[in-house]
């Protein structure tokens, strides 16, 4: 016998209270006075008899009334070794099956042991029982609600598919926590159907089961496994005069404890381009280099196989090829330019790799509205923003996304621009500052947060301090915040504006070597090819992306500006399952892509002919490592620091709280406590009648 809360037995000192009621007397209430003792002084009468308890019937109730109440208070229990020991637990459970659909659950036949372990789970389940099934890989989602029909959760694991996320435990063990916090079910239960993926588990989640929470795990994981995957493509892109050279190599490797030689194909468009053998050692890497193929035109989709086995997920890499990636930038020079004024701006431009830059000269006379069709950017050296049609299709052609820069010299002077270069131009223009009896201004200030000079901030990736500037125009910003480089005298170096979805950059000296010498410093080249980047809005065409990435989906095979019209029109995005999702005009372009393929978006009411986009997903290859992690270690970061371990089967072991209430003998004694005051209650009124 022991008491939960035995500070409350010291309520047993109590029992003072009927000894001294039984052992002090009072006076009779009756006193009857005689008048010839009222003078004899008062001497206090003592009986011995008073000092013994003659009710020892009464005494004993009240005795046994209050002892009842204080062991009522410290509630009793009674340690036995059968109360003490595992019990069944009874009533109906609120399970949750927790079932792997990550893609390593394809490996050998572990998704099949999976559906077949939830159906047994299932099977199981009692006719109170209610049960919720959640499929789980990087996110968690509940595919049932809590339910009591068997077919139903049948249906839905017969219809569970493998994904092709990576493993992450966190999300679903929270989502388990939340459904089984808000049942009322007495017995609660967690089946984890999982391949116990190492890399899914670091143990900093903060998630806690709540107590006394079963959990049942079915471990589909093999002590040897084997696995070869292809984790990457390198693309060198190469120009052999028109034509766009594509050369590919893969990375492979075996995780196998025996070598491996595999049979690994490029594909293109689908059809096979080349072949190649490749042996790779046991735990070890190895690629797999093809030709160079000529890329045609438009939007190629390429395939990367490399063999089979039991994981085949991983064993293929997608990718996309587009032609005409290189910028195509038109120079626009005087008529009677020499020939080395655009000299340096060419050369320097042609360099470029990252991407190719197509550039042409022409003479101000020579160029007319068809010239602009297909540029990326247009450069005005030394010439004005021209008026009439071609100053209307330029305006146009910026305004849709294309990139102008205007480079100032000797032949721009303010009369020379119209009233087309107020609708463009980033500042007005002035008259020429000459520094050349100070030898020359520098460049005080670089905005290196721009885009444009992102690429010099780390130290010594660039320096601008020694190109000397022996003339400018000065000009007038019209937006303080459109100045991208300042010289030492606060004079604008270079502006810039934005026109509907183009850019229009503004440099105030020139782009050879007739006012300045920045076309022989180093940093001549990387300025130009980031200039040229940022004013056509060139974004590099990713290859491929990762399942789980978030993009933005807008198309990008119509040139310039289809970023901004894709906006305002409706979108349908084929996933490569064959689901089409719909995104209405105005609603977000950014897409989560969850699985491995290729997706494909276009525009509804598009022009007839017009390429679709395409993107390449591949999967996240941290799930190809098969290592398992030991379910012991996960059980023990799952308890509750005030619960123990947490049970494995449906025997649990009762606290002595929960024996307690089980018991329930505070209750008797409370009962048989106010039956014996009943009953002294009784007594005490009889016994006084008597007395009486």
Not at 89 to 102: N, P, Y
Not at 547 to 564: F, L, N, R, S, T
Request: hydrophobic share 45%.
């Amino acid at each position: 016998m022991s008491f939960l809360a035995p500070w409350f037995l010291l309520g047993a000192g109590a029992l003072a209270v009927p000894i001294l009621v039984h052992l002090i007397h009072k006076e009779r209430k009756n006193i009857v006075v005689f008048p010839s003792l009222m003078f004899v002084q008062r001497i206090p009468y003592k009986s011995l008899r008073r000092n013994h308890i003659r009710d020892w019937m009464l005494f004993a109730l009240r005795c046994l009334a209050i002892l009842l109440l204080v062991a009522a208070f410290a509630r009793p229990l009674v340690d036995s070794s059968a109360s003490a020991a595992p019990i069944a637990v009874d009533g109906a459970r609120e399970v949750v099956v927790l079932l792997d659909r990550s893609y390593s659950m394809g490996y050998a036949d572990r998704w099949d042991r999976a559906r077949a372990a939830a159906r047994r789970t299932v099977d199981g389940l009692g006719p109170q029982d209610r049960a919720t099934l959640v499929l789980f890989a990087d996110k968690a989602e509940a595919v049932t609600g809590a339910s009591t029909e068997p077919s139903a959760l049948t249906a839905a694991i017969d219809a569970a598919t493998l994904g092709s996320g990576r493993t992450r435990y966190g999300p679903a063990l929270k989502l388990a926590q939340g459904i089984l916090e808000e049942s009322d079910l007495p017995r609660r239960e967690v089946v984890l159907i999982t391949d116990f993926q190492k890399i899914g588990w670091d143990g900093d989640d903060d998630v806690r089961l709540p107590e006394r929470t079963t959990l049942t795990h079915v471990d589909l994981s093999d002590e040897e496994t084997s696995n070869t995957a292809v984790t990457g493509v390198t693309l060198q892109r190469d120009f052999s005069g028109d034509r766009e050279r594509v050369g590919a190599s893969a990375r492979l490797t075996n995780t196998g404890a025996q070598a491996r030689t595999l049979r690994v194909v490029l594909e293109l468009n689908g059809r096979p381009l080349e072949t190649r053998e490749v042996s790779i050692a046991p735990n070890a890497a190895a690629s797999a280099t093809f030709e160079p193929f000529a890329l045609p035109s438009g939007i190629s989709r390429g395939t990367i196989r490399a063999g089979t086995d039991a994981l085949p997920h991983d064993n293929l890499f997608r990718f996309v090829l587009s032609a005409g990636q290189a910028l195509s930038v038109l120079v626009v020079e005087q008529a009677d330019a020499p020939a080395s004024r655009s000299l340096y701006l060419r050369r320097a431009l042609g360099l470029g790799d990252r991407p190719p830059i197509r550039t042409e000269v022409r003479k101000a006379g020579q160029v007319g509205p068809a010239d602009l069709r297909g540029r990326a950017l247009v450069i005005l050296n030394d010439v004005a923003i021209p008026g009439g049609a071609l100053g209307r299709a330029l305006h146009d052609f910026v305004n849709d996304g294309g990139g102008l820069l205007v480079a100032l010299g000797e032949r721009t002077t303010p009369n020379a621009f119209g009233e087309a270069a107020v609708e463009l131009l980033p500042a007005t223009i002035g008259s020429v500052v000459d520094r050349t009896g100070d030898r020359g201004a520098t460049l005080a200030f670089l905005d290196y947060t721009h885009p444009a000079f992102e690429l010099f901030s780390a130290p010594r990736s660039g320096d601008f301090s020694s190109a000397r500037f022996y003339r400018y125009r000065a000009v007038t910003a019209r937006a303080s915040e459109g100045v991208l480089a300042r010289f030492d005298d606060g004079g604008v170096a270079l502006a810039e504006r934005r026109v509907g979805a183009g850019r229009v950059l503004l440099w105030t000296s020139s782009l050879d070597n007739f006012w300045t010498d920045l076309a022989v410093q180093p940093v001549y080249l990387p300025m130009l090819h980031q200039l040229a980047k940022h004013a056509s809005g060139f974004a590099e065409a990713r290859p491929w992306v990762t399942v789980g990435q978030v993009v933005d989906i807008a198309p990008e095979a119509e040139g310039a500006g289809a970023a901004a019209r894709a906006a305002t029109t409706e979108l349908v995005v084929d996933a490569p399952l064959g689901e089409s999702r719909r995104l209405a005009p105005g609603e977000s372009r950014l897409v989560e892509l969850t699985e491995q393929g290729f997706y494909e978006v276009r525009r509804i009411g598009a022009r007839p002919g017009t390429e679709r986009r395409v993107i390449a997903v591949n999967l996240d290859l941290a799930e190809s490592d098969l290592s398992a992690l030991d379910p012991q270690e996960m059980t023990a970061s799952l308890a509750r620091p005030d619960a123990g371990t947490m049970a494995q089967s449906s025997l649990l072991t009762l606290t002595p709280v929960e024996r307690e209430r089980r018991q329930s003998l505070w209750w008797f004694l409370l009962a048989a406590a106010l039956i014996a005051l009943g009953a002294e209650t009784i007594l005490a009124n009889r016994l006084s009648r008597k007395a009486a």
